[in-house]
């Protein structure tokens, strides 16, 4: 069982690194990153309290809300999805995702207290 | 006899119950005597000699001095004038030996007022005035003429005058339709709660419709369509002012009075009783007067007690009891059959004339008695039982000679009974208070006896248990043994005995201190809300580290996947696009710090449209360089492939 477990994961691994484009493995270090944050806050409150709670909120949705518009923005800008996103050029994606990370950012900072 | 009436209306409310509707205003010979006054007042005009003669005679009292009045009469006749005409015939009625002289030309006005054009109050006077003058008149005409007065004024005071001129006519006229109208008017009368009926015209008018309504019906023999619920709210409106402002407004009261006394069909009867209604030994009759709404006793009536029930136990004590008149008033010697000490509900039924209305009635009665106190013993019982007890029997109203010791050890222990001295029966009356006060310092301690099963009083005074009450003051305390009760007619304040009490711990004797409410209380201090434990700054500052560790991550992973910024051209709008994005991250950061939301917002609408321009152009140029990227390269691919 756990053979054919690690050789799923292998082949899987083998395939991300050949096939997926540069760009992409960028923005996926970049969730990489955004995720690590959202673990190590959750684990501060998990081990120490929540005081004071609406801080840890706040930077918990922030790395959530991240998380989700850099992933939008991994799928539009993925040439293989080319045909779903017609109306949206890499261009358009990218401009929608700096703006609603001003709009996300705004209510964070708001939050963060 | 003038006082008979005196309490009544007093009593009446508190005694008289509504099951069936019974009258809860009526008049009392004060008021009735009140009446006769203002009615007696010497007349300046023929209109209040008028309603002074004919009042008083509605009253049953003539004029002091008849041949004076009628004197009067004479001289203010005005012949000309139907009013005055009215008035004086009306009054001259009412004197013995008074006679108006009739020309034929005061016949022949009377005659003409007699038609349709004339107002109803015109048709009334000149029909009353031929009537009493004995002159003939045609009923029939005068019967259209009503009924064309009331076919065009419809109002209240029209159709009484109407009901009152009907009563005069010829019994062979055709009286029907006006008689109708009794019902329909008395449709129009206003409900108020149940109790009151009246016209919103006002007293006067009321009154003058039951003396109208009784009147007509007299005359015509057949009885009025009025419920006995209606005459007694009748009753109530008309008889609850007890003082008139106007000569005309007593008269139409007395006149009311006297047709609800004196009718052929409906006399309400006013029950109420002589005194309070209370018997006791010493008092055994209980006296009742029974009269109608002039205040003039009932004499041909028989009053019978229906039933008497106790209102505690619900038990019957007499069925169908006849009461015996005499000196006016009805009595029954309730005593005689035994009643034990307590309240009875009376339900009386008043017979003897079909006419009488609400002439059944509940009275709620009142048997008192004297209380004896048997068998006092005091006594002092050691707790541990290894002593005796000491009674001493204390009889009242003496007061034991040796006073009694209680100190930790013994408990001060008091009996007795109470019972009714004449039947032996035991009582448990609502009072029975033991009261000891220490003459020292004035303190006041009071407790209640309880009886036991058998109706034995017992008080029993732990001086442990007691300390509170006592203040732990020892000394020299009167016994007071306090008996009470609404049927009791001797409450008793017995001095018993004298006790001393001893108290363990007691404090130095002190006058008892005045309370402390009044003096200020000690401030309260507002505590804050505490604020949350936090963690020490050490963890804080790891963690802070270690969340920010995985930025460093990103960068090193970037590298090796070979980022770079060879792409940047420095184009005008990729400089600006990056200056703008670089303070709108200012602007939040300063806004955590220093600003609200509105400035925030304010700001960020001048940077972000300014960034969103230069941002635009710059995405613009770089999607061209890109579509011209690619098809440079399918074309490179296209050429290659051929």
Known sequence: ?113 | MAHLCLFSLLVLSLVLETQALTPTHHLTTTDVARLQTLLSQPFTDLKSAYYSVVGLSKLGISVADAAETCRFIKSNLDPSSVESLFFAAEASQALPGCEIPVSNDTRDLLLATVSEDSTASQIHQSVSALSSLGLPLASQEVVSALKARISKEDNVLTIILALQTASRLSQQAELGEILEEIEDLAARLDDLGGVYLQFEEGLEATALFVSAAYALSDHVDMEPPLKEDQVIQLVNSIFSKKSWDSLSEAFSVASAAESLSNNRFHVPVIVSAQGPAAISHSQPFLRLQVTNVLCKPLSSASVLVESATATSSKSAILSQAPFTLRDGVFELNFMASQPASGYYQFSVAIAGDSRFVANHVELKVKVSTRVSINNMDLSVVDKDQSIGPKTTRVEYPAKAKASFMADSHQIFAMTFQLVDETTGVELTPHQTFVRLHNQKTGQEVVFVAEPDSKNLYKFELDTTERKTEFDSISGTYALYLMVGDATLENPILWNVADVVLKFLDEEAPSTIQAKTLYTPKPEIQHLFREPEKKPPTVVSNAFTALVLSPFLLLLILWFKLGANISNFTLSPSTVLFHIGHAAMLGLMYVYWTHLNMFQTLKYLAIIGSFTFLAGNRMLAQKAVKRIAAEQSSRLAKYRSLR
């Open chain 1, 1 to 113: 069982m756990s053979n054919s477990v690690f050789s799923v994961i292998s082949r899987f691994v083998e395939e991300y690194r050949s096939s997926t484009p540069n760009k992409l493995k960028m923005i996926d270090a970049y969730l990489l990153y955004i995720l690590l944050t959202g673990v190590f806050q959750f684990l501060y409150c998990v081990l120490v309290g929540t005081f004071p709670f609406n801080s840890f909120l706040s930077g918990f949705i922030s790395c959530v809300g991240s998380f989700i518009l850099a992933v939008c923005l991994r799928i539009q800008i993925n040439p293989q999805n080319k045909r779903d996103f017609l109306t949206v050029s890499p261009e358009r994606a990218f401009a929608d995702f700096l703006f609603a990370h001003t709009v996300l950012h705004l209510v964070v900072v708001n939050f963060v207290g």
